[in-house]
């Protein structure tokens, strides 16, 4: 065992049910077991927040805070989670939290080894990929949870995808408003219309160089326990990237489309075309059959092995780098047979794994392998 990126030690304050905890780690992966609602998945998310976006659950700021809003309204810092960091043999230190402003607002702050810092700055050092219990049903749900687990596997690798989304949204209900208006000013709108083309084509061409890789990594997986997919990214600008149009042609191209369906967008009250529309489609390959139409543990399957398939990309791209793991209810619909495959396959890794169940016995083929830690009474 390797790992090139792990966490040496964890604090949480006033996090969630975590008053403070605070872990001292060795490089192995970590296991932390207990009963429901004792609060193992709370320390994942709070690994989380050293990715861009709102972590694993999507929650407001002062929602992560001990006891809720109410409770934290007397805290300065709502809540703070702090990390010690081994990133190819260097000692990094990173910390995140909520603030009050003297607005009487609150704000999230983040620090890199003691000095301010942006989401980027943090998602660069702390590369991270995770599967929760609620992706289970990823492949039967709606197009837009693919979308958001594709976008979530983009980020980890180029964080500026989150910011490009971002912009692009913004300027997507900025141009819906404009359009609700009689007599809107068209000069503006062709403007509107402009930005989200350029976000937009941004956005599709991380989308597709993910998926590239992704496609590389998942061929030279092995065939054993999680079966290999096939993955399309089904949406107009994906497709242009994939056809290796230029960039600047996709965008001029989606920009006129915009301007097309003015009347249209503004009579159905949302646009219909976009990268907002796009979806991810899977297929378990060896049986040439549609992932929705799979059983649940062959999805489950399905999806551990797009996970480690991700991983291993992360880790081989000179622009990106080893991720940490983080698996809630890893133990969920796997036998004992898999479960020692995936445990394999994390102390492959190069980043450190995270995992979650309600029985330190679940972890059991790891032996010494792995660190457990009992959370809660």
Same mark, same amino acid.
């Given at each position: 065992?390797?790992?090139?990126?792990?966490?040496?030690?964890?604090? #949480?304050?006033?996090?969630?049910?975590?008053?403070?905890?605070?872990?001292?780690?060795?490089?192995?992966?970590?296991?932390?077991?207990?009963?429901?609602?004792?609060?193992?998945?709370?320390?994942?998310?709070?690994?989380?927040?050293?990715?861009?976006?709102?972590?694993?659950?999507?929650?407001?700021?002062?929602?992560?805070?001990?006891?809720?809003?109410?409770?934290?309204?007397?805290?300065?810092?709502?809540?703070?989670?702090?990390?010690?960091? $081994?990133? %190819?043999?260097?000692?990094?230190?990173?910390?995140?939290?909520?603030? *009050?402003?003297?607005?009487?607002?609150?704000? =999230?702050?983040?620090?890199?080894?003691?000095?301010?810092?942006?989401?980027?700055?943090?998602?660069?050092?702390?590369?991270?990929?995770?599967?929760?219990?609620?992706?289970d049903r990823l492949f039967a749900g709606p197009p837009a949870d693919r979308r958001r687990f594709f976008d979530r596997m983009t980020?980890?690798?180029? !964080? %500026?995808?989150?910011? $490009?989304?971002?912009?692009?949204?913004?300027?997507?209900?900025?141009? $819906?408003?404009?359009?609700?208006?009689?007599g809107y000013d068209a000069q503006w709108l062709a403007g509107l219309e402009r930005e989200m083309a350029g976000h937009g084509a941004?956005?599709?061409?991380? *989308?597709?160089?993910?998926?590239?890789?992704?496609?590389?990594?998942?061929?030279? =997986?092995?065939?054993?326990?999680?079966?290999?997919?096939?993955?399309?990214?089904?949406?107009?600008? %994906?497709? $242009?990237f994939l056809a290796h149009e230029k960039s600047f042609d996709v965008e001029d191209r989606f920009a006129r489309a915009l301007h097309?369906?003015?009347?249209?967008?503004?009579?159905?009250? *949302?646009?219909?075309?976009?990268?907002?529309?796009?979806?991810?489609?899977?297929?378990?390959?060896?049986?040439?059959?549609?992932?929705?139409?799979?059983?649940?543990?062959?999805?489950?399957?399905?999806?551990?092995?797009?996970?480690?398939?991700?991983?291993?990309? #992360?880790?081989?791209? !000179?622009?990106?780098?080893?991720?940490?793991?983080?698996?809630? %209810?890893?133990?969920?619909?796997?036998?004992?047979? =898999? *479960?020692?495959?995936?445990?394999?396959?994390?102390?492959?890794?190069?980043?450190?794994?995270?995992?979650?169940?309600?029985?330190?016995?679940?972890?059991?083929?790891?032996?010494?392998?792995?660190?457990?830690?009992?959370?809660?009474?």
């Amino acid at each position: 065992m390797s790992h090139r990126l792990y966490c040496t030690r964890l604090t #949480l304050t006033d996090f969630r049910n975590h008053a403070a905890l605070d872990l001292d780690l060795d490089g192995r992966p970590v296991c932390l077991y207990g009963a429901n609602g004792a609060g193992k998945t709370n320390i994942l998310e709070a690994l989380t927040m050293f990715a861009p976006g709102r972590g694993l659950r999507g929650a407001g700021l002062l929602d992560l805070a001990r006891g809720g809003e109410a409770a934290a309204a007397d805290r300065p810092r709502p809540w703070s989670v702090a990390a010690r960091l $081994q990133v %190819e043999g260097e000692t990094m230190q990173l910390g995140v939290g909520a603030e *009050r402003t003297p607005e009487g607002g609150t704000k =999230r702050i983040a620090r890199l080894n003691g000095e301010s810092a942006t989401p980027g700055d943090l998602a660069a050092v702390a590369r991270m990929t995770w599967v929760i219990p609620a992706m289970d049903r990823l492949f039967a749900g709606p197009p837009a949870d693919r979308r958001r687990f594709f976008d979530r596997m983009t980020i980890a690798r180029a !964080p %500026e995808h989150g910011v $490009q989304a971002a912009a692009y949204e913004r300027a997507m209900r900025e141009r $819906q408003r404009l359009l609700s208006e009689p007599g809107y000013d068209a000069q503006w709108l062709a403007g509107l219309e402009r930005e989200m083309a350029g976000h937009g084509a941004a956005i599709a061409a991380a *989308r597709v160089e993910t998926l590239e890789l992704l496609r590389r990594a998942i061929a030279q =997986r092995p065939d054993g326990a999680f079966p290999k997919a096939d993955i399309v990214l089904e949406g107009a600008l %994906e497709e $242009q990237f994939l056809a290796h149009e230029k960039s600047f042609d996709v965008e001029d191209r989606f920009a006129r489309a915009l301007h097309d369906a003015r009347a249209r967008d503004a009579a159905i009250g *949302r646009a219909l075309a976009g990268p907002h529309r796009s979806d991810l489609t899977v297929r378990h390959q060896a049986k040439d059959m549609p992932a929705e139409h799979c059983s649940t543990g062959e999805q489950k399957a399905l999806l551990l092995g797009l996970f480690l398939a991700h991983a291993r990309a #992360l880790a081989d791209d !000179p622009g990106a780098g080893p991720a940490l793991l983080l698996i809630d %209810e890893a133990a969920a619909h796997l036998d004992a047979e =898999r *479960r020692a495959a995936l445990f394999d396959e994390l102390l492959a890794n190069p980043g450190q794994a995270w995992l979650t169940g309600t029985d330190a016995n679940l972890f059991e083929a790891f032996g010494d392998r792995a660190q457990l830690f009992r959370i809660g009474a």
